[in-house]
């Protein structure tokens, strides 16, 4: 019974990992079509920013939920403005563009930080459900992405300036005719997705230790979640965060880690080829 | 080529230079020490500090007079962590440059991406890195540790401490499978059993699932030979779980690249290591070569147990070219496999015959504040496990590397 409860929660925990790293690709990528292959050093970059303000002596708290989406958003926007405006509409040409970009951000991490492993330890300490011993952390981590994925939901659905940034996105020219400033619109866009970045990043350094090339562990998970999500940001991501995070996760307990990374690129396969367009592609198709 | 009066000026300045520098520099007159490492790229964690080492130990052999009268001079690569660049670098050391020793290497990948040219060119190779074991070749001298020097040491310390239950988590390639069996071995042989070995891929970070599957199996203490950045995790998914006030662990490859100073205090604490080197060996030859380090380098955060290996490793050899008067090839080897030995930061390290491995102290040490305190130092311990497969005085032309079957 309380492995049971273990393995529930090591799924939920899994879900929201994945939940947490692809909303912000899911942003980018379901609203703008801009491919951002820069994502994973994004997701570095506000891991680097959580370790250094705490080391810095700032709140723990602070660090991972203000300072990583800060800078990870400041660095967004300069990002966009500086080389992904210029390139809207132009999905082989954004996707080179974020790959250099990418390259260029490992290699200055590893100028500034070094080529080395930096960490925090976890705020959180681990606590007990019957014999076993659970890291309170995951609940943390489990509560970050449930927050994050509600926030992102009541904006868009609910908030005028979400109404805007998906009108924006279905017909420019319309959003532009009635007075909307659809390169602003943009913008923020780009911005809000970079912060979520960060704040993943932020929130997994405590777990994982971050170095110069860390955002390649997450990448291709995040690619996969959202690609096989489709266009709809929310409950795209949910519906193959979910799927994938139980899969794999499910596998990992019955053999090993191996495994689960397998039965996770398995499904996705199956996945796409039944589905080309996503989850979403086929069902829940008019949902954000 | 264009010949100006500055061309000329030039080359006859450089001419008259070498002219008149004293005939032991001379550059024909010097010994050749190649150096091949990885001082950038992915692995240059460990390759900067050995290059360090390479040249501390060269200094230091060219200050006590050189060797056989003559001047060490080093030729280095740097193979920027490309397996590729090996062979290539391997060729040129060989051919081009006619080095008289070769040091470096640092994956097994790299080591076995030379070992075949310097063998054909006849020149001498010493590889000074932890690895799995079991190359036997008359050629090469492995200095570092191996897998059964540390596991017949840590294995029945740990057991004894903490208890019979041993769950082994390992890196999935042959030093993680290799270490693991002879865990499995040493654990039986002390009476006690392995209940369980998970194998992990380098890259996976998350650790979740299976802290789980370790609180099922309920053992008495965990063996950890998971290696680099991304298995880093475990240590500290460990202590977000608490488990690490819990389980007590030992580890075969946690400390090799200064692991103990990038994990936190509450992180590592009383995780029990094995190793020939640690910086808190309080013995004057240690204490004297770390002041050294601090003096040239300016301080010692990236000393670590390959980049000692390496400096002993340099030293060994200049001491074998001592002995036998000469830096010719079979000369080194011949005083090397009779007892040339050197005394170094570890304490004493020689060569032994059968194996070409190298026989040294191994200390039993527990992390604390970050540091490795050693517990327990176990005197000259012999290369046992290349020394079930190994034997070169019988079959000197041998070449292969053994997966050794326990």
């Known amino acids: 019974m309380d492995f049971a409860a273990v393995v529930v929660m090591e799924i939920c925990y899994a879900i929201a990992v994945l939940v947490l ?40 708290y602070l660090s991972i939920l203000v300072a990583a989406p800060l800078a990870a958003a400041i660095f967004g926007f300069l990002v966009e403005r500086l080389i992904v405006r210029f390139l809207y509409g132009r999905l082989i040409n954004t996707m080179l563009a974020t790959w250099g970009l990418s390259l260029a951000m490992i290699g200055g991490f590893s100028m500034i930080f070094g080529n080395t492993t930096t960490g925090i330890t976890t705020p959180i300490s681990g ?89 390649a562990a997450y990448i291709a998970k995040a690619f996969i979640t959202v690609i096989s999500g489709g266009t709809a940001v929310i409950s795209g991501t949910l519906a193959s965060a979910g799927l994938f995070g139980f899969v794999s996760q499910t596998f990992t307990f019955l053999a090993t880690p191996v495994v689960g990374e397998i039965a996770l690129l398995f499904a996705a396969v199956v996945l796409l080829r039944l589905l080309p367009t996503g989850i979403t592609g086929r069902f829940l198709k008019d949902k954000v | 080529m264009s ?29 050749k020490l190649g150096s091949i490492l990885d001082t950038s790229g992915i692995f240059d964690l460990y390759g900067k500090p050995m290059d360090k080492a390479v040249d501390m130990a060269i200094d230091e052999i060219n200050s006590a007079g050189g060797v056989a009268g003559r001047q060490v001079e080093k030729v280095a690569y740097d193979t920027q962590s490309d397996m590729a660049l090996y062979t290539q670098y391997g060729q040129r050391l060989a051919r081009q440059d006619k080095v008289d020793v070769v040091h470096g290497g640092i994956l097994s990948a790299s080591r076995e991406a030379i ?45 004894e401490k903490w208890g019979k239950k041993v769950y082994v988590l390992a890196a ?115 204490q004297g070569f770390l002041e050294r380090w601090k003096t040239r380098y300016g301080a010692t955060d990236d000393v670590h147990e390959l980049a000692v290996a390496t400096y002993q490793g340099v030293h060994l050899w200049a001491e074998g070219a001592r002995k036998a008067g000469s830096v010719e090839r079979d000369d080194v080897i011949a005083a090397l496999e009779g007892g040339a030995a050197f005394d170094g930061p570890t304490g004493r390290i020689s060569i032994d015959p059968k194996t070409h491995h190298a026989t040294f102290d191994v200390h039993l040490v527990e992390v604390k504040d970050q540091k490795m305190a050693v517990q327990k130092t176990f005197v000259q311990r012999p290369p046992v496990d290349t020394q079930t497969v190994c034997n070169l005085e019988e079959n000197p032309n041998d070449t292969t590397q053994y997966e050794i079957d326990i």
């Open chain 1, 21 to 60: 790293i692809s909303t912000g690709l899911a942003v980018i990528f379901g609203m703008m079509r801009v491919i951002n292959l820069a994502h994973g050093e994004f997701l570095t970059l506000g891991g680097y920013a959580a370790i250094m303000s705490n080391q810095a002596g700032l709140n723990i």
């Open chain 1, 127 to 215: 606590f007990a459900v019957g014999k076993y011993q659970i890291s309170g952390y995951n609940l943390f981590v489990i509560a970050i992405a449930a927050l994050v994925i509600g926030g992102v939901y009541l904006i868009l659905k609910i908030s005028r300036a979400g109404l805007v940034a998906r009108g924006a996105m279905q017909n420019p020219e319309m959003a532009q005719a009635f007075g909307y400033n659809t390169s602003r619109v943009y913008m923020f866009t780009f911005v809000a997705g970079s912060a979520l970045a960060g704040l993943a990043g932020g929130v997994m350094a405590p777990l994982v230790g971050i170095n110069p090339a860390a955002g």
């Open chain 2, 172 to 286: 999935d390639y042959n030093y993680g499978q290799i270490t693991a069996k002879w865990i499995q071995h040493y654990a039986k042989q002390a009476g006690g059993e392995v209940v369980q070995v998970d194998f992990f891929p380098l890259d996976v970070a998350d650790f979740g699932s299976t802290i789980a599957k370790i609180q099922d199996a309920a053992p008495d203490m965990i063996m950890s030979v998971l290696v680099g950045g991304a298995h880093l995790s475990f240590y500290r998914q460990w202590a977000a779980a608490g488990m690490n006030t819990k389980i007590p662990m030992a580890s075969t490859t946690m400390g090799a690249g200064n692991e103990q100073v990038v994990l936190t205090k509450e992180e590592g604490d009383g995780i029990m290591l094995a190793y020939s080197f640690s910086k808190q060996l309080e013995t004057p030859a240690n």
């Open chain 2, 3 to 31: 010949v100006n009066r500055r061309k000329v000026l030039k080359g006859a300045a450089a001419t008259t230079a070498v002219l008149a520098m004293p005939s032991i520099i001379r550059a024909e007159e010097t010994i």
């Open chain 2, 115 to 159: 070992r075949p040219t310097l063998r054909k060119n006849k020149v001498l190779y010493f590889y000074n890195v932890q690895y799995e074991g079991g190359v036997c070749d008359r050629n090469i001298f492995c200095t570092g540790i191996t897998p059964a020097q540390q596991a017949e040491v840590l294995v029945p310390a740990a057991m």
